[in-house]
T-cell receptor
């Protein structure tokens, strides 16, 4: 059974640029969530996708957007990058979209914005 | 909305000593509770969860946590820690009536185990 994978591992961008991060969910999982983890903080929920539709969203501006594909893999897109977007971005998949469903995390993508 | 408070940012202990990592939450609705562990430069791993039933839940590597509804707490304990337990531990909650499985995390507690 393959776990959650993310690419790339590290990324360096400059302010104002756009970035796309990718995530492959664990086999059999149809729900993907994205989190932002700033240095020294706990992860913060960005949004969740269930069967290719956005299923919930945290307190992030519209320049954070996403997609989920028919194979349940997902992308996180961030436009007009700001210095504060520097963080570890974590993808998590779950078997179902229900609130008690355990989420399984990937290793993350470390984004640095200069 | 939910919030999670982890009262200690760092907990230093000696190997084979007992440890307790504290977690308190705030919520206007019933919640599910989780502990995740994060080793350096890695993602989060689910350690244990409380959904319903027995308020004492245990992991396979000796950790346990007890849900205390009256004190809104979900403290993590281990009777004897190992060097390999050194990691960041995150407590998280999920509203039981939410239509989606979002997690609200605390800021984490760094467990530092020394010989």
């Amino acid at each position: 059974e393959t776990g959650v994978t993310q690419s790339p591992t590290h990324l360096i961008k400059t302010r104002g640029q756009q970035v796309t991060l990718r995530c492959s969910s664990q086999s059999g999982h149809n729900t993907v969530s994205w989190y932002q983890q700033a240095l020294g903080q706990g992860p913060q929920f960005i949004f969740q996708y269930y069967r290719e539709e956005e299923n919930g969203r945290g307190n992030f501006p519209p320049r954070f957007s996403g997609l989920q594909f028919p194979n349940y893999s997902s992308e996180l897109n961030v436009n007009a990058l700001e210095l504060d977007d520097s963080a570890l971005y974590l993808c998590a998949s779950s078997l179902v979209a229900a609130s008690g469903a355990p989420q399984y995390f990937g290793p993350g993508t470390r984004l640095t914005v200069l | 909305a939910q919030s999670v408070t982890q009262l200690d940012s760092q907990v230093p202990v000696f190997e084979e000593a007992p440890v307790e990592l504290r977690c308190n939450y705030s919520s206007s609705v019933s919640v599910y509770l989780f502990w995740y562990v994060q080793y350096p430069n890695q993602g989060l791993q689910l350690l244990l969860k409380y959904l319903s039933g027995s308020t004492l839940v245990k992991s396979i590597n000796g950790f346990e946590a007890e849900f205390n509804k009256s004190q809104t707490s979900f403290h993590l304990r281990k009777p004897s820690v190992h060097i390999s337990d050194t990691a960041e531990y995150f407590c998280a909650v999920s509203a039981s009536n939410s239509g989606y499985s979002t997690l609200t995390f605390g800021k984490g507690t760094m467990l530092l185990v020394s010989p």
